[in-house]
């Protein structure tokens, strides 16, 4: 990904209070992350982003809104999954840039400006479902026991009961009288 410079947040210019910016985040953002658009094929969202500096340390908050376009893993349908995201990354200066936490950074005190756009989009990455489903199979209850989807896991035939008189293995006997 090269640097976007509208997302380029210019903290030396800066004076010692709270900063407010506002981006959009549409298809050429997350084609800058992913071109082939295998994780998130596109999106709308709108990220406010708050930042607070003081001599030590630079607090940005960031609330991201909006939807981004994914793929159904059940049905391969694309849907726009609503996002509301609020999240907080730390600035500190120091000897060396690196990355000290996920959400703590240090900069050197002669850093110009801090590019945001690869932390805005780790924020929506990590905001998203881990199974991806179409709205439509979301209003399915998992617990219905008439749903044709439902996976059972059993070793003998749903139709068969267990049979009691059947002998067991005196190892497992023994474990039965443990209570």
């Not at 932390?119 to 905001?127: E, F, M, Q, S």
């Not at 998203?128 to 998992?142: G, I, S, Y």
Request: aromatic residues 8%.
């Amino acid at each position: 990904m090269k640097n976007d410079p509208q997302f380029d947040l210019p903290i030396a210019r800066l004076s010692l209070k709270t900063h407010h910016f506002a981006f959009e985040l549409g298809r050429a953002f997350f084609e800058q992350f992913d071109p082939k658009g295998e994780f998130i094929a596109d999106g709308n969202l709108h990220a406010d982003v708050t930042l607070h500096k003081t001599e030590r340390l630079i607090t940005i908050d960031s609330h991201i809104t909006g939807t981004v376009r994914l793929t159904c893993d059940r049905s391969l349908d694309e849907y726009d999954q609503p996002l509301d995201i609020d999240n907080q990354l730390l600035v500190r200066y120091g000897d060396e840039p690196k990355e000290l936490d996920d959400d703590v950074l240090q900069v050197t005190p002669d850093t110009l400006t801090l590019n945001i756009a690869q932390h805005l989009y780790d924020y929506i990455g990590l905001a998203l479902p881990m199974k991806k489903l179409h709205p439509r199979f979301q209003n399915e209850a998992d617990d219905d026991p008439d749903s044709e989807t439902k996976l059972i896991f059993s070793t003998r035939p749903a139709d068969e009961k267990p049979d009691d008189d059947e002998p067991i293995d005196p190892r497992w006997a023994a474990l039965k009288n443990l209570n």
